[in-house]
């Protein structure tokens, strides 16, 4: 187990390393460029606020940006400050706005800012009433209380969002706080002195190992549990289960990490600035987790549904089930990349009510597309084919390997692959093998000129015998008749059903009864004929030119009676 450990967090210091580098590029550069306060008298009503105090979410942000560049007096105007104060609790804005951050240091914590209302009436599902959100909690003497927005009224501009009076005044004096929060105490005096982004590099660099240490902390917890888990729990031992169990094992990991690396960032006092730079990174490894493990219990279930109908004989629903499972995969990606794209502060919703106005023009554009998804989904309810089934599509024939969301894929006898469109794959003429519930067996025997009519008495009786005897051949029907005069042969139809569905088995049994047949052939005297032509040099013998003498006579014989019986139905018609 070590060297996995030590592999692991090679690769995770790598992952922690571009995090950073990230941080780096768009941290404090970017908070170096605030605007310049301007006084609040310059608004009017209806007015862009420049402070971002419009939403909850730009209140929050404000306040992050000012005390992260330690400019208190902006940080000041975020606070909805109280017109009276205790003589002991006096304090400036600026004072209160300081205090609040070595509060949210030490003793608080804030909700993830995508996690914060970004309209301006602020969150309405939340049970605090209208214009009132908690975006974070803090201890203060013993007791959790909750940090709150509100949005008031200020004269002459329109109602903005600030940290509650309610709030402000729970703040203690900077004297109850803790000088040094814990890890103040244990940093090296220039990690403390030397800042980034207004904080302390020490700070930074704690939350990257804090980050590696609560994964490889997780990692050995999940292991110990899924050890123990087999020991103590026999229904673990289980393939299924197993695989039900390491489905689990990465998300929970990732799971535990979040709530691991939260607690202890909170726990030892990182400053409230870093912990919310994290917050957007933290929020995106739990979506991964959750998104992890929908996407391996999908696997998990589909395989454990495929083994099921195999087992029962009901192989034809397998299309269904592996349709399912790539669709749900869809609809997964789809949601994790608006989820990512939402947390990163996109308007996901302008986005897709833009889709809606040119769905329009998507449609027109995508219709090939949209018609081998319809077909696709009649091919799966309706089942012509399936997967393994051996079918001749349009002349094609092939083994079904793959019934996609676009396409389908047949595998040719020559091992090549056939690609058809789901959207002409269901209005073409499909001849499916695999419901054939017995096989054919049709030969035609081509026999000799010169076989005499007893000779096909005796081989019309043998063949019947052998298809009734013969056990692979369903006697009903089973026939033999002699068909009549070909150009070269004359003609005998075998017809028969041989009771399998497999193929080489037939083969087997058509190979049998060919043989068969053979022999009876080689009894009777009788042979297979060959193309040929009769060629007639001389005059025919005398036997021939006396039959055809008799059979002239009887024709003349014939054409007398003819003509005689014409007169005696026109006797009646002359009197």
């Not at 203690?172 to 040094?180: C, G, I, K, R, V």
């Not at 700070?203 to 899924?226: E, G």
């Not at 024939?397 to 969301?405: F, K, L, N, P, S």
Request: a positive charge.
């Amino acid at each position: 187990m070590l060297f996995p450990t030590l592999f692991s967090i090679r690769i995770y210091s790598r992952i922690v390393s571009l995090i950073l580098a990230v941080m780096l590029i768009t941290g404090p550069q970017g908070w170096a460029q605030l605007p310049t306060i301007k006084p609040e008298t310059t608004f009017s009503a209806g007015a862009v606020d420049s402070l971002g105090r419009q939403t909850p979410r730009g209140t929050v942000q404000g306040f992050i940006k000012a005390v992260g560049n330690e400019n208190y007096a902006r940080a000041a105007l975020y606070l909805d400050l109280p017109v009276r104060m205790s003589a002991k609790n006096r304090r400036t804005g600026p004072q209160l706005a300081q205090a609040l951050q070595q509060l949210l240091d030490q003793e608080g914590s804030l909700v993830p800012e995508s996690l914060i209302s970004n309209d301006s009436t602020g969150k309405n599902s939340d049970k605090l009433g209208p214009d009132l959100d908690q975006v974070g909690e803090a201890t203060v003497d013993g007791q959790t209380i909750p940090i709150l927005l509100e949005r008031k009224s200020i004269p002459g501009r329109d109602r903005l969002w600030r940290f509650s009076v309610q709030t402000v005044q729970q703040i203690p004096a900077q004297s109850a706080l803790m000088e040094q929060s814990v890890v103040n105490r244990f940093l090296p005096k220039y990690l403390i002195e030397k800042k980034w982004g207004g904080v302390p590099v020490g700070h930074w660099f704690v939350m990257l190992v804090l980050l590696m240490a609560s994964y490889i902390l997780a990692r050995l917890l999940v292991t110990l549990a899924s050890w123990l888990l087999r020991i103590f729990w026999y229904k673990a031992r289980k393939e299924q289960m197993t695989q039900l169990i390491q489905a689990f094992v990465p998300p929970v990991r990732l799971f535990l990490t979040v709530v691991l690396f939260t607690a202890a960032s909170g726990a030892i006092g990182v400053s409230i600035v870093v912990r919310q730079s994290f917050g957007e990174i933290i929020i995106v490894i739990g979506l991964v987790a959750f998104l992890l493990l929908m996407w391996r219990l999908v696997d998990v279930f589909s395989k454990y549904a495929q083994v099921r109908l195999l087992e029962s004989g009901q192989a034809g629903r397998l299309s269904a089930v592996l349709f399912l499972r790539r669709g749900i995969k869809l609809v997964l990606i789809a949601f994790g990349s608006i989820s990512v794209l939402n947390v990163f502060g996109w308007d996901v919703t302008t986005g897709l009510a833009a889709l809606g106005i040119g769905g329009l023009a998507l449609a027109l554009g995508a219709q090939k597309t949209i018609e081998n998804f319809v077909g696709s989904i009649t091919i799966i309810a309706d089942q012509p084919l399936r997967v393994g089934d051996f079918c001749k599509v349009d002349g094609m024939a092939g083994t079904v390997e793959q019934i996609g969301i676009r396409s389908t894929r047949l595998r040719t006898p020559s091992r090549t692959i056939v690609v058809i469109p789901n959207g002409q794959l269901a209005a073409l003429k499909i001849e499916n093998f695999a419901f054939r519930d017995r096989m054919l067996f049709n030969p035609t025997l081509g026999l000799r000129y010169e076989t005499t009519p007893d000779q096909i008495r005796y081989l019309l009786a043998q063949l019947r015998s052998l298809l009734q005897n013969h056990p692979q051949v369903n006697p009903n029907p089973a026939r033999v008749r002699f068909t009549g005069l070909g150009d070269n042969s004359l003609n005998v139809e075998v017809f028969a059903y041989v009771d399998t569905v497999d193929f080489n088995e037939f083969l087997a049994v058509q190979e049998d009864l060919v043989l068969r047949m053979l022999d009876i052939l080689d009894e009777s005297g009788a042979g297979i004929a060959f193309p040929s032509q009769t060629v007639y040099v001389g005059a025919d013998s005398t036997q021939s030119a006396e039959k055809i003498k008799r059979a002239e006579e009887k024709g003349r014989e014939l054409r007398v009676k003819d003509e005689q019986n014409r007169a005696d139905a026109d006797a009646p018609k002359n009197a």
